[in-house]
């Protein structure tokens, strides 16, 4: 078991040496960063949304901002749209479970904000409605996925996705570069 065991980080940290290596995807990461920082400076929001465990690491990251990462700070108005089961519930049974983002940003979203979702595939069709919804509304979109991009690829201002299709892989590196996002706005937004 233990050959199995090393066998798996090993994929891990092959994965991770695909974005390590890839500088257009750095780059992007980078540009959200900057995106992230004048949104904040301008007195926005941050969203985030996903479903199952890119549902978790979108609270995560949500709660990095909102929190702290590593400085006590002021908290950054950052929120995971799926945390109020009520609204979640209510808008899957009475509409679709499709609609379950896009109607929240119609509602709280504002130009210059930004909606980050995260879809190893790329096509959850709620979060492809959101984005839509997102850019109606005059907001960015972030899209972290995996290799392909999927249907959000199409909707995504900025694309983060990660060179793999192995879900467990793709979401270690999503939290990796959302980490690295946290920390990088904090220490640029902390600091001017």
């Given at each position: 078991?233990?050959n199995?065991?090393?066998?798996?980080?090993?994929?891990?940290?092959?994965?991770?040496?695909?974005?390590?290596?890839?500088?257009?995807?750095?780059?992007?990461?980078?540009?959200?960063?900057?995106?992230?920082?004048?949104t904040?400076?301008?007195g926005?929001?941050?969203?985030?949304?996903?479903?199952g465990?890119?549902?978790?690491?979108?609270?995560?990251?949500?709660?990095?901002?909102?929190?702290?990462?590593?400085?006590?700070?002021?908290?950054?108005?950052?929120?995971?749209?799926?945390?109020n089961?009520?609204?979640?519930?209510a808008?899957?049974?009475?509409?679709?479970?499709?609609?379950?983002?896009?109607?929240?940003?119609?509602?709280?979203g504002?130009?210059?904000?930004?909606?980050?979702g995260?879809?190893?595939?790329?096509?959850?069709?709620?979060?492809?409605?959101?984005?839509?919804?997102?850019?109606?509304?005059?907001m960015?979109?972030?899209?972290?996925?995996?290799?392909?991009g999927?249907?959000?690829?199409?909707?995504?201002?900025?694309?983060?996705?990660?060179?793999?299709?192995?879900?467990?892989?793709?979401?270690e590196?999503?939290?990796?570069?959302?980490?690295?996002?946290?920390?990088l706005?904090?220490?640029?937004?902390?600091a001017?």
């Open positions: 078991m233990s199995q065991i090393k066998n798996l980080i090993q994929q891990s940290i092959a994965t991770k040496q695909q974005v390590l290596e890839n500088n257009a995807l750095l780059q992007v990461v980078e540009q959200v960063t900057d995106l992230i920082v004048s904040f400076k301008n926005n929001s941050v969203y985030f949304c996903g479903n465990g890119s549902a978790a690491d979108a609270q995560h990251l949500a709660a990095e901002f909102s929190g702290r990462f590593y400085k006590d700070r002021h908290a950054l108005p950052a929120e995971a749209l799926h945390c089961t009520s609204y979640l519930t808008v899957a049974n009475d509409y679709s479970f499709d609609l379950i983002y896009a109607r929240l940003i119609q509602g709280l504002k130009p210059g904000d930004i909606l980050i995260l879809s190893t595939s790329g096509n959850s069709k709620n979060i492809v409605q959101a984005f839509e919804t997102a850019k109606e509304k005059g960015a979109t972030v899209g972290f996925t995996g290799e392909s999927g249907n959000m690829k199409a909707s995504s201002d900025y694309l983060i996705n990660i060179p793999s299709a192995d879900t467990p892989r793709i979401q590196s999503h939290m990796l570069l959302g980490h690295i996002i946290c920390q706005v904090e220490e640029k937004y902390f001017e």
